[in-house]
């Protein structure tokens, strides 16, 4: 068993005392309590726990979606306390790739428009072809100008994953992505995630409820009442 | 990144999202509305000031009841004016087979008209656009009188004139009742010889002034230091009253239809902008994940709405061009004017007003879209925009008071409007609820479906309820209801009343015309003496001063007043307070009509002063009478006793009923009696209901308007609660209803909202004639059924055809993806 900020390489995020406390119905809930993590370059690591856990909201706090009450991540060597949202929004783009449970494609744009607005949104202006070509490598080759509502929760998915992917990012997010899939979807998605990661070199902070998902990492945190443990 | 080219990219997909053509429809529909209206009202008053010269005929125009001073004419000479004389009056002409027919006299001078051209044509069709006056000997008269006159010479007066030329346009060519009968324009110095105007007759004079600026202005200076009330001054500037008047009123009724168009459009706007700002909100969170700025995603929200804007401005304004050609097509002729081709300017004016109806009601759905936070796109749905949104609300009520403002430039009127809006939609809306209530306890248990539509009450359907309730009001209130309460006026019209009034009879005349009426006509009422007076003074103050800013007395004081004398009460008055003077009295006393003297607070006792022709009289109110005006009798402000007014010049006027089968005895009484003119009311009422009839129409079209906006209210209300009706459909599937019987029901829903605010429009337009007819006409009013079954059936089918077109999509949905929330 290792610490939740146990890494042998240079971190690409690291998380100290985080706590997040929400006004509920019978007084403040607790959602964090003092949770520390800390992701190496490169490595993948899995946080899992029941629905409820808090496991979504860390995910926010750590990737700079939203601010704790307590603590500080550093994201990319950067302190998100010191950044406003436009600096984080700022400090994600192009290095920073996120895939939903819900897909979140925008509707108004095709498939290759999705994918390569992520590249537009990092500066990089006329790489429409990589775009292309990485929805190529997912099997959407002939799926480059259907719009979302075209598509099957499975290719929604895949283009998420492109979209994520193509800047090649330090480090990606990836929030129950399974959750909207059947099993065959499901596998198919997770397997092209890890293999594009490997293949960019992409640290990888995935929350999953699914054990045998989490094994796939390098590491697995456990979420339980707010307390991050490693399993 | 730069949003233009995403915009550029989102516009493709936006042009076919339902929510968004919605909100184009909206705009194109309140462009078009403000367009029209602005369109015409800007070509007609601009032709008014560009023709402002020549519809005065002069640069400066001096008026009189009696003829202007030799003074004031010796005063424009030594300033080196250029001058001619007008005398307007009507009249009677006949034609070599002894015809009749009313006519409006004009004599003029030889150097008329001084600004802007006669133009006229020959009997072989030669036209000449600039003509001098008429020759001494000789008439030129409007086409309707060519073909009365068969080119032969007419009698005017004692003269036998010959026809020289046709008029085809007259530069101050007036348009009051009085000059609704055709134009015959003769020299000045034929009248003396005509025998149609002598002292007292009942003429308007006009002295026409032009010339250089500063000799005008030293003009107007010395005019202004004398005293001379019976003469009034006009200019450029106010040089057609009553035309501006028209203007302005057709301005602010076309003004404040269109601005009803564009308050619906706002909401329509408000509830589409709302639903496109949901559905916005999590795209722009996802684009904040990706490392898009808060600041760049509000640019492309707004970018993409005022894009969208700009492409509904086109559609809109040719929209309204088309309106405003109708509008001029029906109306146009009313103001005789040469209108100019339309101006960019009411384009500009209609974008202005969209652009703020847009800010107004679309701005902060769109900020809260932007403000989502951006930790939303990992919460199962998440990006909720609160729909209560008070200040939403608040920023909207302020936009709607901005642009009544902007409409009526107004404020008591938007106060005025804003409570009658609430007022009468709340009345709508309760009435809705109320007949929706009844119905529920109506239906039996077993007709589910229909219990099921009548339990959709929520204040969004009745608000549209009340939309559709008070377009469809108005618009049968001016299509069928005016013309009942038209006829139901016409029905309180004893049948005795005379159709014809004798105007311009001499002193010499009285007795042979009143033997003349009373051989051929059963005549059994009298000739009045007629004086034209103005009221001057009240207990030895000045009227001007004593009345100074009250409105309702100026309008006595501006104008001559017809003032009789009488040894006995008039049969058809009422004495209300007082006694009538026992004949004959050797004091000035005068009987005031009760309404004279409410409007100018004059009491029994008061000392009256009037101004008659140069003349000052004073008189002390002895009685007030109750006069029905409805009766079509002779009536008069003011009766005085013989002593007061008997040494002055007189004319003498009366009222006749000349029936079916009586003979027309009008071209005998021109024939023996020059210069006396017969004005036919029944064919100057039917000229009136002809005006209102197309004024009527004018305003219809300008209502299309807001039924259209009521419809796509009503198609963005369903676009805003489609996802909820989706459900509630698919709930009904799942527990076994049929494809048919949720048809069914999606038209139930519609057809018998429509048929509810059609019932209550209908309901509410009779209410309204109602008491248009007892308390203004004092008439008994049946309500036409033909109101109900319009009403009723007009709605049922309007409403209900839009509602099933706008709900066609959602039938076709599976019911399971609706369960899953995948909608």
Known sequence: M??????????????????????????????????????????????????????????????????????????????????????????????VGFVFQSFHLLPGFTALENVTLALELAGRHGEQDAAAQLLGQLGLGSRLQHYPDQLSGGEQQRVALARAFVTRPVLLFADEPTGNLDAGNGEKTISLMFSLREEFGSSLVLVTHDPALAQRCDRSLSMQAGKLTAL | MNT?????????????????????????????????????TDRVSRALKMQAHELMAA???????????????????????????????????????????????????????????????????????????????????????MTFSGGAPLWVGELQLSVAREILSEPDRGQGFSELAPRVMMNLADLPQSGLITEGSRARYALLLAGEADALAAFRDWF????????????????????????????????????????????????????????????GAVLRTLGARRRWVLRWLFQRLGLIALIALWPGVLLGLAVQALLTLVLGDLFALDLPPASFAPVAYAAAVTLLALAGFASLP???????????VLRQGGGRLDSRARNALLLALLTCVVLMFLQTGDWKLVLIMTLALFLVTAVFAIGGAAIYRLLGRLVPSRQTLLRLVLRRRTPLMLLQLSVFGLTLMAMLLIGVVRGDLMRAWEMTIPSDAPNRFLVNVRPDQQTGVQALLEQTLDFDGRLYPVTRARLVSVNGEPAAE???????????????????????????????????????????????????????????????????????????????????????????????????????????????????????????????????????????????QQIMARGSLAVQSVFLFTLA???????????????????????????????????????????????????????????????????????????????????????????????????????????????????
């Open chain 2, 709 to 823: 906006a009521g419809i796509i209210v009503l198609l963005a209300a369903v676009r805003s609660s489609r996802a909820a009706r989706i459900r509630e459909l698919a709930v009904l599937r799942t527990m076994g209803a049929s494809h048919r019987q949720v048809r069914a029901s999606i038209w139930l829903e519609f057809t018998l909202m429509g048929a509810t605010a059609g019932f209550l429009a209908a309901f509410f337009a009779s209410l309204t004639a109602w008491l248009i007819a007892r308390q203004l006409l004092e008439a008994s009013y049946h309500p036409d059924p033909l109101v109900w079954v319009i009403g009723v059936t007009g709605g049922a089918v309007l409403v209900g055809i839009s509602g099933y077109l706008a709900n066609r999509g959602v039938l076709n949905r599976a019911p399971l993806a609706a369960l899953r929330g995948d909608v």
């Open chain 2, 224 to 283: 202004e230091a004398q005293d001379l009330p019976q003469l009034s001054l006009r200019d450029v500037d106010n040089a057609r009253p009553a035309m501006a008047r028209v203007l302005r009123q057709i301005s602010t009724y076309f003004g404040l239809a269109a601005l009803v168009t564009v308050l619906l459009a706002g909401a329509a706007i408000a509830m589409s902008v709302g639903q496109f700002a949901q559905e916005q909100a999590i795209a």
């Open chain 2, 59 to 145: 640069d400066l125009l001096l008026r009189s009841s009696s003829p202007v001073p030799d003074a004031v004419s010796a005063q424009a000479a030594s300033l080196g004016l250029q001058m001619a004389e007008t005398v307007n009056f009507p009249s009677v002409v006949l034609n070599g087979q002894d015809d009749s027919q009313l006519v409006s006299v004009k004599a003029v001078s030889e150097q008329y008209p001084l600004r802007g051209a006669l133009s006229t044509q020959t009997a072989d069709g030669a036209t000449a656009e600039v003509s001098p006056a008429p020759v001494p000997g000789s008439v030129y008269v409007e086409p309707a009188l």
């Open chain 2, 546 to 688: 004593r009345y100074a800013g009250n409105a309702d007395a100026e309008g006595f004081l501006r104008h001559d007043f017809n003032l009789s004398y009488s040894d006995s009460a008039p049969a058809h008055n009422t004495l209300i307070e007082g006694q009538w003077w026992s004949a004959p009295a050797a004091e000035n006393l005068i009987s005031v009509e009760s309404g004279f003297a409410e409007r100018l607070g004059l009491r029994s006792g008061d000392r009256l002063g009037f101004s008659i022709g140069s003349q000052l009289r004073e008189g002390v109110v002895s009685n007030l009478r109750e006069v029905s005006w409805e009766s079509f009798q002779v009536n008069f402000y003011a009766i005085t006793s013989r002593a007061m007014l008997e040494d002055l010049p007189a004319m003498y006027i009366t009222g006749y009923r000349q029936g079916p089968q009586q003979p027309d005895i009008t071209a005998t009484l021109a024939r023996q009696f020059p210069g006396v003119t017969v004005i036919d009311t029944g064919r100057i009422m039917q000229q009136a």
């Open chain 2, 4 to 40: 233009t080219s995403l915009v550029r990219r989102s516009l493709k997909r936006d042009l076919r999202d339902s929510t968004l053509r919605i909100l184009m429809a909206a705009l194109i529909i309140a462009i078009a509305a403000v367009a029209s209206v602005g369109f015409f």
């Open chain 2, 366 to 376: 769109v900020l809260r879209a932007g403000a989502v936070p951006v930790v939303a």
């Open chain 1, 2 to 95: 290792t610490s939740p900020e146990q890494s042998d390489n240079v971190s690409v995020l690291s998380a100290q005392a985080l706590s997040r406390t929400v006004q509920g119905p019978e007084g403040p809930m607790t959602i964090l309590d003092d949770v520390s993590l800390s992701v190496a370059e490169g490595e993948a690591v899995a946080i899992v726990g029941p629905s409820g856990s808090g496991k979504s909201t860390l995910l926010g706090l750590l990737a700079g979606l939203d601010v704790p009450d307590h603590g500080d991540v550093h994201l990319l060597g950067q302190s998100l306390a010191a950044l406003d949202e436009d600096g984080r929004a700022q400090l994600r783009a192009g290095r």
